[in-house]
Every structure is written in C-alpha cells, then in structure tokens.
C-alpha cells in the first residue's frame, strides 16, 4: 500500500485480523473536518481532541514540520550531498530519513523522524548526505517532545486496535475520529515528503471492515500501527516461498547458475542457461535474473535463507 517511490517494501492492505488498512487520505481532508464541525465535537472527548489534531496540522502549517523542513541543510555534510545529487543526476534528490511512529510510555501517539533508509538488501543504512550526530533530536525544552518529532496526538493508546461496535452512535464517532487522525498523519507525511526521502520503520493506519470502504475512505473502526519492517520480512518470505513457481528452480540451483568458476555474477550467461531448462512463469531475461539474484542476497541478510557452503 505504501506507495513512495523510494519505499522498497509490498505493504500488505490487509491486517492479521482480516481488516483492511487506509491510508494517504489527504482527499478526505475537508470532508473530515466538516464532519467534525457539524458533529459538534466539543461534547466529545474523543472527537474533540480528533478536531484540535486537525486545526494544529492544517490551520497552523505544522510549525514543527515546517522547521526541520528548512533547517534540514544546517545538518547536512556538504561531501556526501555532493556524491549523492552525482549518483542521481537529473533525478529528484532529497535528504533521506526513517519513519517511526508509535506509542509512548504515557500512552501518546508519536511519530519522529532520524537520517535513514532501506538499501537493496533491506536493511536499515545512514545515508551519506547527513553529518554524523547532527541531526536534532533531543528534546528542546522541558515537557516539549523531541525535536525530530513530526506528529503527536496525546492519550490515544486505547483508541488504537478494532473498535467494530454496533450502536450507530458510537461507531460513527470510532469512524469519525479514526478518519480525522488518520488524515492528519498522512497530511504531515505528504509535506514531508517534498523535501524528504521517507522509508518506514512504522506508520499509522486505519481499519475497515471491507475492500470497497477501505478505497473510499467511509466507516473506519479502528486504527493500527504497522510495523513495515515486519511487513517487508513477510513479503520476502512470500516471495521466497514462490520462488520455485515464479523462475523453474529452487533458490540453490538459481544461485549456482549466476556464479561463474571465480564467484562472480554472469547474468547474461545466467539467463540464458536458466532459460534453456525453467518452466517457471517468469520469462528470465538478464535484467529480471538480477533482480531474483539481489532478492536471494536480501533474504539471505533477513535470515530466510542460506547459500550452500561451497556453493
């Protein structure tokens, strides 16, 4: 479901209860708002802490946001930014960071920001274009969050999970306030992403019961946090484990058939000795016989699967 072109992760849009996940609902944004005015939701704890989120977030520009946006050069090291704009030249470059939102000790909804990204292999690197120990993340002031902190909504831990009730009443105020929030985080990572790079640790979520509610953004119950790390293993392990259908062979026999006598790769050859013999789906052209051939080395590093000693 994550979208961002740079995000190296299937996200599945379904949970592990069956419910399907809602996010980047910025189309939403003043519907939402409306319904929270004529809901009147001041008489509502719930609604009227959805409607205070909203006015921070969209009245007031994210100030916090806005700042690290701008100040985001003042932490750069000049070099690395150099190599990183060489290696994309004449493609869009931004400063890359790592995603993570969850909940605190006291029950807080937080979501902050820190110099990272996902490389091919799918693990957590420090991209070259930060200084080292720049960043700001310490906590400016007393009782303040800390200055990497991009979204915060208080006391909302037991408004997470399935909320799935059926008095009209109560679940159109779960729907309500899951959609307000929901769209205010999804609003601050979309500022985000025009000067950032963003890859996920966590992300926030909303819950629907059905495929068709989920793509129109109508009857939330409920909101999760997603664990994309967890998501990118899983999605590996699914495509290892159809690895056999997808290329004729199993991932040994594949491995063996991009090695030449020295170790290194030969995908030419590789494919086309791979394609003489699969009866596989794929049609393992050079260029798709590589990317099967960093997909083993990525579930190789997530520990799902192991080269054969000698191999």
């Given at each position: 479901?994550?979208?961002?072109?740079?995000?190296?992760?299937?996200?599945?849009?379904?949970?592990?209860?069956?419910?399907?996940?809602?996010?980047?609902?910025?189309?939403?944004?003043?519907?939402?708002?409306?319904?929270?005015?004529?809901?009147?939701?001041?008489?509502?704890?719930?609604?009227?802490?959805?409607?205070?989120?909203?006015?921070?977030?969209?009245?007031?520009?994210?100030?916090?946001?806005?700042?690290?946006?701008?100040?985001?050069?003042?932490?750069?090291?000049?070099?690395?930014?150099?190599?990183?704009?060489?290696?994309?030249?004449?493609?869009?470059?931004?400063?890359?960071?790592?995603?993570?939102?969850?909940?605190?000790?006291?029950?807080?909804?937080?979501?902050?920001?820190?110099?990272?990204?996902?490389?091919?292999?799918?693990?957590?690197?420090?991209?070259?274009?930060?200084?080292?120990?720049?960043?700001?993340?310490?906590?400016?002031?007393?009782?303040?969050?800390?200055?990497?902190?991009?979204?915060?909504?208080?006391?909302?831990?037991?408004?997470?999970?399935?909320?799935?009730?059926?008095?009209?009443?109560?679940?159109?105020?779960?729907?309500?306030?899951?959609?307000?929030?929901?769209?205010?985080?999804?609003?601050?990572?979309?500022?985000?992403?025009?000067?950032f790079e963003l890859h996920f640790r966590s992300y926030l979520a909303g819950l629907s019961v059905s495929?068709?509610?989920?793509?129109?953004?109508?009857?939330?119950?409920?909101?999760?946090?997603?664990?994309?790390?967890?998501?990118?293993?899983?999605?590996?392990?699914?495509?290892?484990?159809?690895?056999?259908?997808?290329?004729?062979?199993d991932p040994q026999d594949f491995r063996r058939a991009c090695l030449t006598s020295d170790a290194t790769?030969?995908?030419?050859?590789?494919?086309?000795?791979?394609?003489?013999?699969?009866?596989?789906?794929?049609?393992?052209?050079?260029?798709?016989?590589?990317?099967?051939?960093?997909?083993?080395?990525?579930?190789?590093?997530?520990?799902?699967?192991?080269?054969?000693?000698?191999?």
């Amino acid at each position: 479901m994550i979208d961002f072109e740079n995000d190296r992760a299937f996200i599945s849009d379904r949970n592990a209860e069956g419910l399907y996940r809602v996010i980047r609902n910025e189309r939403l944004l003043f519907q939402t708002i409306s319904d929270l005015v004529s809901s009147r939701s001041g008489e509502s704890s719930w609604l009227g802490k959805a409607e205070r989120l909203m006015k921070e977030i969209v009245m007031t520009g994210d100030p916090s946001v806005g700042d690290l946006m701008e100040r985001r050069f003042q932490f750069t090291d000049t070099e690395g930014w150099r190599r990183r704009k060489n290696e994309k030249l004449g493609v869009s470059t931004r400063h890359r960071v790592e995603v993570s939102t969850f909940v605190t000790l006291n029950g807080h909804l937080r979501a902050t920001i820190d110099p990272g990204y996902v490389n091919s292999l799918g693990q957590w690197s420090r991209p070259s274009e930060w200084s080292v120990d720049r960043f700001p993340t310490e906590t400016p002031f007393y009782n303040a969050g800390p200055a990497n902190e991009v979204f915060f909504l208080n006391g909302v831990e037991n408004n997470l999970g399935n909320h799935t009730v059926e008095h009209s009443g109560a679940a159109a105020e779960v729907d309500l306030f899951s959609r307000a929030v929901v769209v205010a985080y999804w609003l601050t990572m979309h500022r985000l992403e025009e000067v950032f790079e963003l890859h996920f640790r966590s992300y926030l979520a909303g819950l629907s019961v059905s495929s068709s509610e989920a793509s129109s953004g109508n009857t939330l119950v409920g909101m999760e946090i997603v664990d994309a790390d967890e998501e990118r293993r899983l999605a590996a392990r699914a495509r290892l484990d159809a690895f056999w259908e997808k290329t004729g062979c199993d991932p040994q026999d594949f491995r063996r058939a991009c090695l030449t006598s020295d170790a290194t790769r030969d995908y030419a050859r590789a494919s086309r000795r791979l394609r003489g013999r699969s009866h596989g789906t794929e049609d393992l052209t050079p260029s798709i016989v590589r990317g099967y051939d960093i997909f083993l080395d990525r579930a190789e590093k997530l520990g799902l699967w192991t080269q054969e000693v000698g191999d």
